[in-house]
């Protein structure tokens, strides 16, 4: 059985940073593509940063510059840190694993930007 689970979300004034951890069981990680997406009320959920199988990472829009992805085969987890954040960054992170046509999704962890 499949299972990813997010951690690590929560409420962060503006400026603050918080790290998504990802964990995941049931796959063969390392062979995974590992992507951290975001949806927002109202809105599709969209790309956030995917780190390839061989440790390629690619950002999209306004993660450039201040998130950082990364992962750890060992521990079959992957990381999303997020430094400078803004209230535009409060969604619901999911985190996916996708190989050829296989995909999973996490459950999502809440990050509020406020003050």
């Known amino acids: 059985q499949v299972q990813l689970v997010e951690s690590g979300g929560g409420l962060v004034q503006p400026g603050g940073s918080l790290r998504l951890s990802c964990a995941a069981s049931g796959i063969n990680f390392r062979l995974y593509a590992m992507g951290w997406y975001r949806q927002a009320p109202g809105k599709q959920r969209e790309l956030v940063a995917v780190i390839a199988s061989g440790g390629t990472t690619t950002y999209v829009g306004s993660a450039k510059g201040r998130f950082t992805v990364s992962r750890d085969n060992a521990k079959n987890a992957v990381y999303l840190q997020m430094n400078s954040l803004k209230p535009e960054d409060t969604a619901v992170y999911y985190c996916?694993?996708?190989?050829?046509?296989?995909?999973?999704w996490g459950r999502g962890t809440q990050i509020t930007v406020s003050s």
């Open positions: 996916n694993a996708r190989v050829e046509h296989y995909s999973y």
